[in-house]
């Protein structure tokens, strides 16, 4: 049993330590990539159409609306679109004026900036984020030319240069695709968060941070270089903000598909299907984490739920636009799903029975190994993100938050693994999809 224990052992510490490892190495890659992007202002060729989804937001729609006008306001070629929903209205139906579309409205008018901010409410049978966004993508193609709608959540906050950037990638990288994907930092105003809660939200933005950076980014241009060579594709999914779709595309798959309610993965799932092209933006969208560990619980569950029915949207796409892929194909967009789910859901149990394996087994190397798993995964990527940030931008955390994010860390990695897991126990009773509004 001891040489069991201690295979079992040396196989997930392996995991840990060379994949902590692999993530540093490649997130360095990414901010590289973004510290030598070309970002010089230049002539904008393409249309943008930026659309901003909403539910909700009276708290933040005002200060949104001040930052993405101020992002766009001396570009002709950028609109943006902010779209309600009616869904909200009956809340409100005794004080309507405190609906998001009004208090958008008030701001907009104010402004006097009616034609560069178009606020829209998307009817009840367009149902959902997605359901707005394809109200909004049907107003565009009407009255609008092709080009670009990029979609961000109200908390986005990408930099100023985004525009020219898809435009150096456009003209001088000659990059064709499809989509224009830009990862996340999800540490925007972290710096004012204070007391245990605001360092279990830090250490959770720096661990989502990572991912993006280490694994998301990287996998946007291996996903690329693989469609454009025609060779086998790895499975990729798209995020919900910072996603820039052509107008083509969007024509020719009828719009933001609607078959899983994460709708951003979805179309990742579909795009792979039919090996549409994804490429990376070499920006980061800088946004914001939940704020407690219980929404942050909920917000897993959510992803993990729309995460683990990715061979039924790619079942569902094959049959829709009549694909048939290969054996290789399939069998690489099940394993490579099915591990990334597996990963996803067991990963903070697996680390914390390497650790409880080891003490079991009571050899000094064997303990050495599994607190250098942790080490490797989950404290040094903490920190290394965080220096990777300040390279890119002003931020400084305090002392405290430093002494504690050892601890701090592996606690929050134990608890990104409860959603996911509290899915699989919901997936199991219930067919029926789920959807997960962000508290603010």
Excluded at 224 to 240: A, E, F, H
Excluded at 298 to 320: A, I, L, P, R
Aim: proline fraction near 3%; include cysteine.
């Amino acid at each position: 049993m001891e040489i069991i224990g201690s295979i079992i052992l040396g196989l997930l510490s392996t995991y840990y330590i060379v994949g902590g490892l692999t993530m540093i190495i490649m997130s360095l890659k990414t901010i590289k990539d973004i510290k030598n992007a070309e970002n010089s202002k230049i002539k904008l060729k393409n249309n943008y159409y930026i659309i901003l989804p909403v539910l909700k937001e009276q708290n933040i729609i005002g200060e949104s609306i001040d930052y993405f006008y101020d992002l766009t306001k001396y570009e002709e070629k950028v609109k943006v679109f902010v779209i309600t929903t009616e869904r909200e209205d009956d809340e409100y139906i005794k004080n309507p004026k405190y609906t998001t579309y009004e208090i958008a409205k008030n701001k907009i008018n104010k402004l006097g900036i009616e034609n560069k901010i178009i606020l829209l409410k998307a009817p009840k049978e367009f149902i959902g984020k997605v359901g707005q966004m394809n109200f909004a993508y049907q107003y565009i193609i009407e009255n609008n030319e092709n080009g670009y709608i990029g979609v961000y959540d109200i908390d986005s906050r990408p930099p100023k240069e985004i525009f020219y950037n898809i435009e150096h990638l456009l003209e001088n990288k000659n990059i064709k695709t499809d989509i224009f994907q830009q990862v996340s930092s999800y540490c925007n105003g972290i710096e004012q968060l204070e007391g245990i809660g605001g360092d279990f939200a830090i250490a959770d933005a720096f661990s989502q941070t990572r991912w993006a950076i280490g694994f998301e980014y990287p996998i946007y241009k291996a996903y690329y270089d693989s469609v454009s060579k025609k060779k086998l594709r790895p499975l990729v999914y798209c995020i919900g903000h910072g996603c820039f779709v052509n107008t083509e595309y969007l024509k020719k798959i009828d719009g933001f598909p609607t078959f899983n309610k994460n709708d951003d993965l979805s179309l990742g799932y579909l795009t792979s299907t039919i090996s549409g092209k994804i490429y990376p933006i070499p920006l980061l969208d800088f946004c914001q984490i939940s704020r407690t560990a219980l929404n942050s619980i909920k917000q897993y569950k959510f992803w993990f739920t729309g995460s683990s029915k990715y061979y039924s949207d790619v079942k569902y796409y094959m049959s829709k636009y009549n694909i048939e892929l290969s054996k290789k194909q399939k069998y690489l967009f099940k394993i490579q799903g099915g591990i990334r789910n597996f990963l996803w859901a067991w990963r903070s149990n697996l680390i914390i029975f390497n650790l409880l394996l080891s003490i079991l087994l009571g050899s000094t190397i064997h303990i050495t190994l599994s607190l250098l798993s942790i080490l490797s995964y989950v404290i040094v990527p903490y920190y290394v993100t965080y220096f990777e940030l300040k390279s890119l931008n002003k931020m400084n955390l305090k002392i405290r938050t430093f002494v504690l994010a050892p601890i701090i860390s592996i606690l929050n990695f134990i608890i990104r693994g409860i959603g996911p897991c509290m899915a699989m126990i919901t997936n199991s009773k219930s067919k029926k999809n789920i959807e997960y509004k962000t508290e603010r």
